[in-house]
Protein backbone atom coordinates (compact mmCIF):
# COMPACT_ATOMS: atom_id res chain seq x y z
CA UNK A 1 0.00 0.00 0.00
CA UNK A 2 1.51 3.56 -0.80
CA UNK A 3 2.46 5.26 2.34
CA UNK A 4 0.83 8.95 2.70
CA UNK A 5 2.70 11.67 1.53
CA UNK A 6 3.23 15.06 2.56
CA UNK A 7 0.96 16.37 -0.75
CA UNK A 8 -1.68 13.42 -0.32
CA UNK A 9 -1.54 14.51 3.15
CA UNK A 10 -2.20 18.14 2.22
CA UNK A 11 -5.18 17.09 0.23
CA UNK A 12 -6.83 15.56 2.33
CA UNK A 13 -6.36 19.00 4.94
CA UNK A 14 -7.88 20.94 2.51
CA UNK A 15 -10.63 18.79 1.07
CA UNK A 16 -11.89 17.92 4.06
CA UNK A 17 -11.09 14.66 4.84
CA UNK A 18 -9.05 16.17 7.19
CA UNK A 19 -11.29 18.23 9.14
CA UNK A 20 -10.18 17.27 12.36
CA UNK A 21 -6.66 19.00 11.65
CA UNK A 22 -8.28 22.31 10.05
CA UNK A 23 -10.05 22.69 13.28
CA UNK A 24 -6.67 22.67 15.19
CA UNK A 25 -5.84 19.26 16.32
CA UNK A 26 -2.25 17.89 16.50
CA UNK A 27 -1.51 15.26 15.10
CA UNK A 28 1.83 12.77 15.79
CA UNK A 29 3.26 9.56 14.22
CA UNK A 30 6.63 8.28 15.17
CA UNK A 31 9.35 10.11 13.09
CA UNK A 32 11.52 8.31 10.37
CA UNK A 33 8.51 6.31 9.53
CA UNK A 34 6.95 6.60 5.76
CA UNK A 35 3.93 8.20 6.71
CA UNK A 36 4.66 9.93 10.30
CA UNK A 37 4.15 13.65 10.58
CA UNK A 38 3.34 15.68 13.31
CA UNK A 39 1.47 18.29 11.84
CA UNK A 40 0.30 22.07 13.48
CA UNK A 41 -2.19 23.02 10.86
CA UNK A 42 -4.02 26.72 11.06
CA UNK A 43 -6.14 27.15 13.55
CA UNK A 44 -9.33 26.75 11.08
CA UNK A 45 -10.40 30.77 11.88
CA UNK A 46 -9.94 32.59 8.17
CA UNK A 47 -7.31 35.58 8.83
CA UNK A 48 -10.43 38.02 8.16
CA UNK A 49 -10.27 39.94 11.00
CA UNK A 50 -8.55 43.52 10.87
CA UNK A 51 -5.84 42.58 14.33
CA UNK A 52 -5.07 39.50 12.23
CA UNK A 53 -4.62 41.04 8.51
CA UNK A 54 -2.90 43.87 10.42
CA UNK A 55 -0.20 41.60 12.13
CA UNK A 56 0.14 39.70 9.12
CA UNK A 57 1.30 42.78 7.18
CA UNK A 58 4.99 43.55 6.99
CA UNK A 59 6.74 46.29 4.67
CA UNK A 60 8.36 44.62 1.54
CA UNK A 61 12.13 44.31 1.35
CA UNK A 62 12.53 44.83 -1.90
CA UNK A 63 10.71 47.20 -3.83
CA UNK A 64 11.11 50.28 -6.19
CA UNK A 65 8.57 53.43 -5.87
CA UNK A 66 7.89 54.61 -9.44
CA UNK A 67 5.63 57.61 -9.39
CA UNK A 68 3.22 58.96 -6.66
CA UNK A 69 0.78 55.95 -7.83
CA UNK A 70 2.90 52.78 -8.86
CA UNK A 71 5.36 50.61 -7.45
CA UNK A 72 7.37 47.41 -8.82
CA UNK A 73 8.31 44.89 -6.97
CA UNK A 74 12.05 43.07 -7.06
CA UNK A 75 11.45 40.36 -5.31
CA UNK A 76 10.81 38.37 -8.15
CA UNK A 77 11.77 37.86 -12.29
CA UNK A 78 7.77 39.11 -12.95
CA UNK A 79 8.79 42.43 -11.39
CA UNK A 80 5.17 43.25 -11.04
CA UNK A 81 4.16 46.92 -11.97
CA UNK A 82 1.45 47.36 -8.31
CA UNK A 83 -0.80 50.52 -8.46
CA UNK A 84 -2.20 52.21 -5.32
CA UNK A 85 -4.23 49.20 -3.43
CA UNK A 86 -3.23 46.41 -5.68
CA UNK A 87 -1.86 43.19 -5.14
CA UNK A 88 1.16 41.65 -7.36
CA UNK A 89 0.82 38.13 -9.48
CA UNK A 90 1.20 36.52 -6.47
CA UNK A 91 -1.79 37.68 -4.61
CA UNK A 92 0.31 38.45 -1.33
CA UNK A 93 1.85 41.93 -2.08
CA UNK A 94 0.10 45.11 -1.71
CA UNK A 95 1.12 48.86 -2.45
CA UNK A 96 -0.41 50.27 0.43
CA UNK A 97 0.30 54.55 0.11
CA UNK A 98 3.00 54.08 -1.99
CA UNK A 99 4.74 51.47 0.03
CA UNK A 100 4.48 47.44 -0.66
CA UNK A 101 3.35 45.13 1.91
CA UNK A 102 4.02 41.63 2.19
CA UNK A 103 0.20 40.62 3.65
CA UNK A 104 1.53 36.69 4.97
CA UNK A 105 4.30 37.96 7.22
CA UNK A 106 4.09 35.48 10.11
CA UNK A 107 0.48 33.87 8.40
CA UNK A 108 1.31 30.64 8.30
CA UNK A 109 -1.18 28.01 6.59
CA UNK A 110 0.28 25.25 8.61
CA UNK A 111 3.43 23.58 10.55
CA UNK A 112 4.67 20.61 9.58
CA UNK A 113 7.57 17.41 10.75
CA UNK A 114 8.34 14.53 8.93
CA UNK A 115 11.56 13.35 7.90
CA UNK A 116 13.87 15.56 6.16
CA UNK A 117 13.69 13.11 2.91
CA UNK A 118 10.26 14.54 2.28
CA UNK A 119 11.43 18.26 1.21
CA UNK A 120 13.03 16.33 -0.95
CA UNK A 121 16.70 16.79 0.94
CA UNK A 122 18.68 13.43 0.17
CA UNK A 123 22.32 15.01 1.76
CA UNK A 124 21.65 16.43 5.02
CA UNK A 125 22.02 14.36 7.85
CA UNK A 126 19.89 11.39 6.53
CA UNK A 127 16.60 10.83 8.28
CA UNK A 128 16.64 13.78 11.29
CA UNK A 129 13.28 16.05 11.99
CA UNK A 130 12.71 18.74 10.01
CA UNK A 131 9.87 21.70 10.92
CA UNK A 132 8.86 22.72 7.68
CA UNK A 133 6.40 26.36 7.20
CA UNK A 134 4.41 27.63 4.49
CA UNK A 135 1.53 30.16 3.70
CA UNK A 136 -0.63 31.16 0.84
CA UNK A 137 0.14 31.65 -2.70
CA UNK A 138 2.62 31.45 -5.16
CA UNK A 139 4.31 33.46 -7.90
CA UNK A 140 3.41 30.51 -10.39
CA UNK A 141 0.37 28.74 -12.08
CA UNK A 142 1.38 24.95 -12.39
CA UNK A 143 -1.65 23.54 -14.27
CA UNK A 144 -0.53 20.68 -12.06
CA UNK A 145 0.19 21.89 -8.87
CA UNK A 146 0.00 19.06 -6.23
CA UNK A 147 -0.72 22.08 -3.33
CA UNK A 148 -3.00 24.05 -5.56
CA UNK A 149 -5.43 24.17 -2.27
CA UNK A 150 -3.02 26.57 -0.82
CA UNK A 151 -0.41 28.09 -3.62
CA UNK A 152 -3.81 28.85 -5.89
CA UNK A 153 -5.25 30.67 -3.26
CA UNK A 154 -5.13 34.11 -1.03
CA UNK A 155 -4.34 34.58 2.61
CA UNK A 156 -8.12 35.44 2.77
CA UNK A 157 -9.03 32.27 1.27
CA UNK A 158 -7.05 29.66 3.34
CA UNK A 159 -7.10 28.85 7.50
CA UNK A 160 -4.43 30.23 9.13
CA UNK A 161 -2.58 30.92 12.50
CA UNK A 162 -0.26 34.27 13.09
CA UNK A 163 3.05 33.03 14.70
CA UNK A 164 6.88 34.93 15.27
CA UNK A 165 9.93 33.71 13.90
CA UNK A 166 10.89 33.24 16.95
CA UNK A 167 7.87 31.06 18.19
CA UNK A 168 8.76 28.69 14.78
CA UNK A 169 12.49 28.44 16.27
CA UNK A 170 10.64 27.66 19.65
CA UNK A 171 8.62 24.77 17.87
CA UNK A 172 11.12 23.56 16.38
CA UNK A 173 13.63 23.16 19.22
CA UNK A 174 10.82 22.05 21.58
CA UNK A 175 10.04 19.12 19.09
CA UNK A 176 13.80 17.92 18.45
CA UNK A 177 13.88 19.16 14.76
CA UNK A 178 17.54 19.92 13.48
CA UNK A 179 16.45 21.87 10.52
CA UNK A 180 13.54 24.39 9.57
CA UNK A 181 12.72 24.36 6.07
CA UNK A 182 10.44 26.77 4.10
CA UNK A 183 8.43 24.63 1.29
CA UNK A 184 4.59 23.71 0.20
CA UNK A 185 3.61 26.80 -0.99
CA UNK A 186 6.46 29.05 -3.12
CA UNK A 187 8.84 30.62 -0.47
CA UNK A 188 9.72 33.67 -1.93
CA UNK A 189 5.99 34.96 -1.89
CA UNK A 190 6.67 34.76 2.07
CA UNK A 191 10.55 35.92 1.51
CA UNK A 192 10.56 38.52 4.71
CA UNK A 193 8.90 35.95 7.25
CA UNK A 194 11.29 33.06 5.77
CA UNK A 195 14.16 35.51 6.26
CA UNK A 196 13.58 36.61 10.02
CA UNK A 197 13.03 32.85 10.55
CA UNK A 198 16.45 31.86 9.12
CA UNK A 199 18.15 34.20 11.09
CA UNK A 200 16.18 33.64 14.33
CA UNK A 201 17.32 29.57 13.61
CA UNK A 202 21.04 30.39 12.81
CA UNK A 203 21.43 32.05 16.31
CA UNK A 204 19.82 29.16 17.50
CA UNK A 205 22.35 26.56 15.41
CA UNK A 206 19.13 24.95 13.64
CA UNK A 207 19.63 24.04 9.74
CA UNK A 208 17.97 26.45 7.14
CA UNK A 209 16.30 25.48 4.29
CA UNK A 210 13.81 26.41 1.51
CA UNK A 211 12.41 24.13 -1.67
CA UNK A 212 11.75 26.89 -4.73
CA UNK A 213 10.83 27.57 -8.10
CA UNK A 214 13.75 29.29 -8.35
CA UNK A 215 11.88 32.53 -9.71
CA UNK A 216 13.22 34.62 -7.34
CA UNK A 217 15.57 37.70 -7.90
CA UNK A 218 19.30 37.33 -7.61
CA UNK A 219 19.86 39.93 -5.16
CA UNK A 220 16.90 38.64 -2.60
CA UNK A 221 18.19 35.33 -3.46
CA UNK A 222 22.23 36.30 -2.22
CA UNK A 223 20.87 37.75 1.16
CA UNK A 224 19.03 34.89 2.15
CA UNK A 225 21.64 32.54 0.85
CA UNK A 226 23.73 33.54 3.79
CA UNK A 227 21.51 32.41 6.46
CA UNK A 228 20.57 29.15 4.32
CA UNK A 229 22.58 25.41 4.34
CA UNK A 230 20.27 24.01 1.68
CA UNK A 231 18.25 24.56 -1.38
CA UNK A 232 16.02 22.20 -3.35
CA UNK A 233 14.60 23.95 -6.60
CA UNK A 234 12.37 22.52 -8.89
CA UNK A 235 13.29 22.47 -12.41
CA UNK A 236 9.97 21.79 -14.17
CA UNK A 237 11.28 21.18 -17.42
CA UNK A 238 14.35 22.27 -19.99
CA UNK A 239 11.86 23.60 -22.10
CA UNK A 240 10.61 27.39 -22.77
CA UNK A 241 7.53 26.72 -24.00
CA UNK A 242 6.66 24.14 -21.26
CA UNK A 243 7.06 27.03 -18.34
CA UNK A 244 5.17 29.30 -20.83
CA UNK A 245 2.06 27.36 -21.18
CA UNK A 246 2.23 24.96 -17.84
CA UNK A 247 3.31 27.87 -15.35
CA UNK A 248 3.22 30.63 -17.03
CA UNK A 249 6.76 31.37 -16.41
CA UNK A 250 10.21 30.59 -17.48
CA UNK A 251 13.05 28.86 -17.89
CA UNK A 252 16.20 30.97 -18.02
CA UNK A 253 15.54 32.49 -14.70
CA UNK A 254 15.40 29.31 -12.77
CA UNK A 255 18.55 28.43 -14.57
CA UNK A 256 20.46 31.46 -13.31
CA UNK A 257 19.08 31.17 -10.13
CA UNK A 258 20.49 27.37 -9.81
CA UNK A 259 24.17 29.29 -11.03
CA UNK A 260 23.68 32.06 -7.93
CA UNK A 261 23.07 29.21 -5.64
CA UNK A 262 26.24 27.49 -6.44
CA UNK A 263 28.19 29.93 -7.20
CA UNK A 264 27.10 31.04 -3.10
CA UNK A 265 28.30 27.60 -2.11
CA UNK A 266 25.19 26.40 -0.70
CA UNK A 267 23.93 23.21 -0.98
CA UNK A 268 21.36 21.99 -3.47
CA UNK A 269 19.54 19.82 -5.11
CA UNK A 270 17.02 19.68 -7.97
CA UNK A 271 13.77 17.84 -7.75
CA UNK A 272 12.36 17.18 -12.09
CA UNK A 273 9.03 15.98 -12.00
CA UNK A 274 8.53 13.69 -15.07
CA UNK A 275 4.84 14.72 -16.49
CA UNK A 276 4.00 11.92 -19.41
CA UNK A 277 4.07 13.77 -22.83
CA UNK A 278 4.85 17.24 -21.22
CA UNK A 279 8.15 16.78 -20.25
CA UNK A 280 9.50 13.34 -20.52
CA UNK A 281 11.28 13.27 -23.61
CA UNK A 282 14.89 11.31 -22.98
CA UNK A 283 16.40 14.37 -25.15
CA UNK A 284 14.87 17.41 -23.33
CA UNK A 285 16.05 14.96 -19.90
CA UNK A 286 19.81 14.43 -21.55
CA UNK A 287 19.96 18.24 -22.63
CA UNK A 288 19.18 19.38 -19.04
CA UNK A 289 21.94 16.61 -17.38
CA UNK A 290 24.12 17.83 -19.74
CA UNK A 291 23.23 21.33 -18.78
CA UNK A 292 23.69 20.66 -14.92
CA UNK A 293 26.61 18.73 -15.60
CA UNK A 294 28.32 21.45 -17.27
CA UNK A 295 27.34 24.52 -15.45
CA UNK A 296 26.17 23.50 -11.89
CA UNK A 297 28.13 20.09 -11.60
CA UNK A 298 28.29 16.55 -11.48
CA UNK A 299 27.91 16.15 -7.07
CA UNK A 300 24.34 17.90 -7.39
CA UNK A 301 21.69 15.29 -6.36
CA UNK A 302 18.74 15.02 -9.00
CA UNK A 303 15.69 13.76 -7.75
CA UNK A 304 13.40 12.09 -11.06
CA UNK A 305 9.82 12.39 -9.28
CA UNK A 306 6.78 10.79 -10.38
CA UNK A 307 3.69 12.50 -11.81
CA UNK A 308 0.46 11.97 -10.60
CA UNK A 309 -2.70 13.42 -12.36
CA UNK A 310 -3.84 16.68 -10.24
CA UNK A 311 -5.47 19.95 -10.21
CA UNK A 312 -6.13 20.70 -14.31
CA UNK A 313 -3.81 17.83 -15.47
CA UNK A 314 -6.07 15.08 -14.32
CA UNK A 315 -5.98 13.97 -18.13
CA UNK A 316 -2.63 12.19 -17.80
CA UNK A 317 -1.66 9.42 -16.65
CA UNK A 318 1.13 8.63 -13.92
CA UNK A 319 4.43 8.25 -15.41
CA UNK A 320 5.45 5.01 -15.90
CA UNK A 321 7.98 3.79 -13.71
CA UNK A 322 10.26 2.50 -16.85
CA UNK A 323 9.66 6.35 -17.67
CA UNK A 324 11.85 7.34 -14.21
CA UNK A 325 13.96 4.66 -14.77
CA UNK A 326 15.55 5.59 -18.19
CA UNK A 327 15.29 8.97 -17.06
CA UNK A 328 17.60 8.35 -14.26
CA UNK A 329 19.85 5.90 -16.60
CA UNK A 330 20.26 8.94 -19.19
CA UNK A 331 21.75 11.25 -15.94
CA UNK A 332 24.32 8.30 -15.12
CA UNK A 333 25.02 8.42 -18.62
CA UNK A 334 25.75 12.00 -18.89
CA UNK A 335 27.46 11.24 -15.48
CA UNK A 336 25.61 12.74 -12.79
CA UNK A 337 26.61 10.68 -9.33
CA UNK A 338 23.77 11.00 -7.47
CA UNK A 339 20.42 10.59 -9.13
CA UNK A 340 17.45 9.36 -7.31
CA UNK A 341 13.29 8.25 -8.31
CA UNK A 342 10.74 9.60 -6.20
CA UNK A 343 6.93 9.11 -5.37
CA UNK A 344 7.56 5.40 -5.96
CA UNK A 345 7.41 3.88 -2.41
CA UNK A 346 8.97 0.27 -2.55
CA UNK A 347 11.57 1.09 -5.79
CA UNK A 348 14.37 -1.24 -4.41
CA UNK A 349 17.02 1.83 -5.61
CA UNK A 350 15.59 4.65 -6.60
CA UNK A 351 15.50 6.25 -2.48
CA UNK A 352 19.26 4.94 -1.61
CA UNK A 353 22.30 6.99 -2.20
CA UNK A 354 25.56 5.12 -3.33
CA UNK A 355 28.99 5.81 -3.96
CA UNK A 356 29.64 6.80 -7.54
CA UNK A 357 33.53 5.26 -7.86
CA UNK A 358 32.72 1.91 -5.98
CA UNK A 359 29.27 1.33 -6.02
CA UNK A 360 28.68 0.58 -2.71
CA UNK A 361 24.83 1.41 -1.44
CA UNK A 362 25.54 4.20 1.66
CA UNK A 363 22.54 5.18 2.45
CA UNK A 364 19.49 2.50 2.38
CA UNK A 365 16.14 4.13 2.49
CA UNK A 366 12.77 2.47 2.40
CA UNK A 367 10.66 5.82 1.10
CA UNK A 368 11.37 8.40 4.05
CA UNK A 369 13.02 6.13 5.99
CA UNK A 370 16.54 5.49 6.17
CA UNK A 371 17.29 2.25 7.25
CA UNK A 372 20.88 2.02 7.03
CA UNK A 373 23.74 5.29 7.23
CA UNK A 374 27.16 3.54 6.55
CA UNK A 375 28.96 7.09 5.39
CA UNK A 376 32.08 7.14 7.75
CA UNK A 377 33.43 11.01 7.55
CA UNK A 378 31.41 12.37 4.78
CA UNK A 379 32.94 9.52 2.70
CA UNK A 380 32.63 5.99 1.67
CA UNK A 381 32.98 3.36 4.26
CA UNK A 382 34.86 0.86 1.61
CA UNK A 383 36.65 3.04 -0.56
CA UNK A 384 36.66 6.84 0.88
CA UNK A 385 35.37 8.76 -1.72
CA UNK A 386 34.10 11.83 -0.11
CA UNK A 387 30.53 12.54 -0.14
CA UNK A 388 28.63 15.91 -1.66
CA UNK A 389 26.53 16.77 1.07
CA UNK A 390 26.26 18.15 5.01
CA UNK A 391 26.58 15.11 7.25
CA UNK A 392 27.84 16.10 10.58
S1 LIG B 1 6.91 38.51 -5.59
FE1 LIG B 1 4.75 38.72 -6.24
S2 LIG B 1 4.42 40.94 -6.48
FE2 LIG B 1 6.64 40.59 -6.40
S3 LIG B 1 7.26 40.46 -8.55
FE3 LIG B 1 6.89 38.36 -7.84
S4 LIG B 1 4.76 37.92 -8.34
FE4 LIG B 1 5.02 40.13 -8.50
Known sequence: MESTNRR???????????????????VSGNAGSPDSFISIPGSGSLPKHD??????????????????????????FRKCIISENGTGFCRVRENTGGKLYSLVYGNAAGLQIDPIEMEPMYHMLPGHRNLCVYTASCNFRCKHCHNWHISQRGPSQISARQYSPRDI??????????SISHSINEPTVFYEFMYDIAVAAKGEG????????????????RDVLQFMDGVTVDLKAFDEVFYKDISMASLQPVLETLQVIRENNVHLEIVYLVIP????????????CRWISKHIGRDIPLHFNRFSPMYQLTNLPRTPVRTLEAAADTARQNRLRYVYIGNVPG??????????????????RTHFTVERNE??????SNCGMKIYGIWE
Open 8 to 26: EFLRKVFLGTGAALSLGCL
Open 51 to 76: KMRKASRKEAMYYTRLDRQRIRCDLC
Open 169 to 178: VRIAKRRGCK
Open 206 to 221: LLTLFHTNGYISPEPL
Open 277 to 288: TLNDSMEEIGNM
Open 347 to 364: HQTGYSTHCPACGRMLIR
Open 375 to 380: LKNGGC
